[in-house]
């Protein structure tokens, strides 16, 4: 099969273009022909060795994607050959080879049918940005609930996978959505998608616009896509109790961090990581995402699709800041 080959650490710059065996499914596993792939941030840092795994080389990148099932190896029994479906998180791209490739091998449990409706294109991104986003809003009880109706939510990155992710799930939960965005293109559309309020995170009033906005309440939670100098930010704009879901930190390191920043209003930061789902819970919340964004009539936002052969140029437009996914056409 063809596939994206990544034979260094070297970043998504050095992926090459090869020839490899098809891969074979072992007992409870299957094998799809991929039709649609998704580009996330973090190909690009395992392509980097800046990820904690280290698969063996050379790899194949990719986590997200639909494909048809053309074998099902023993004990396979949820799914049948010919069927379209989509990739829950799993190991797939990570320490095994991944979606960037004419076929992949997927865990039986890790397969979901393409929710009526959807297109293929809406499923192949979806899940891992999704997934990630509903642990965001959801991680702050056990079992995991959403936060109370009215809550103040503030999202960084809010224009990308993870961002628009929780500004749907957050409407959905009926909770006061604060958008950041650079782009006021991006923002006028994150405001079309239901942000109540959209600001630019490098406005140096970014603070105080947030707080004239949203005023007398503070924000009750923040889901965090990027880090770096923003987040000292986002504590100041924090309620008492108020809460902070680390789930990237494409702007870097937190310079000058003060941690009585947290003490008096009770802060708490807790980080997100999508490799903690079991099959079963992504599954059990995968069925609420999709509920959920089928009774309010949204669907996952794409960015750009590009041809299998300009998968470099995908990675380009991801390192951009799309708004939404950045999806790969491998066939049809
Ligand atoms: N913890 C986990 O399990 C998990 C799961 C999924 C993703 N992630 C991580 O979460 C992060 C976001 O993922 P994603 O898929 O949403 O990425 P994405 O689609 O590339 O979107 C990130 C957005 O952040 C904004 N941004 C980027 N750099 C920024 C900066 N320096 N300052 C301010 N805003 C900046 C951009 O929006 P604007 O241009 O509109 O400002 C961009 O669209 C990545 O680091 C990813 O690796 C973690």
Redesign the pocket.
Known sequence: MRAWLMDSAEGVERLRLGEVADPRPGPTQVLLRMRVAAL???D??LARGMYPAKPPLPHILGRDGVGDVVTAGPGVDNVRVGETVGILRCEVGVDVWGTLAEHVVVPMESVTRVPPGWSLEEMAGAP??F??AW??LTQWHDPPTPPPAGSVLLL??????????SLLLGKSMNLTVVA????AE??ARLKLLGANVVC???DSNLVDAVKAAISPRRVDLAVD????A?LTQVIALLGYGGRIS???????TVPDFNTASLLFRRIRIG??????YTGRAAHTAWREIVNRLDAMGQRPQV?TIVPFEDVKAGFVR?????????LVRVAG
């Open positions: 996330n941030p973090a690009a840092f891992l940005v997934l990630t642990q965001a960084t990155g809010a224009s990308g996978g993870v961002g628009i992710a950041l965005s650079r782009s991006k923002g630019d995170p490098t896509s990027v880090g770096g923003l680390v789930v990237g930190r494409g702007g870097g980080g997100v990581s999508i490799g903690d960015d991801l390192a951009q800041g799309p708004m939404g996914k950045v």
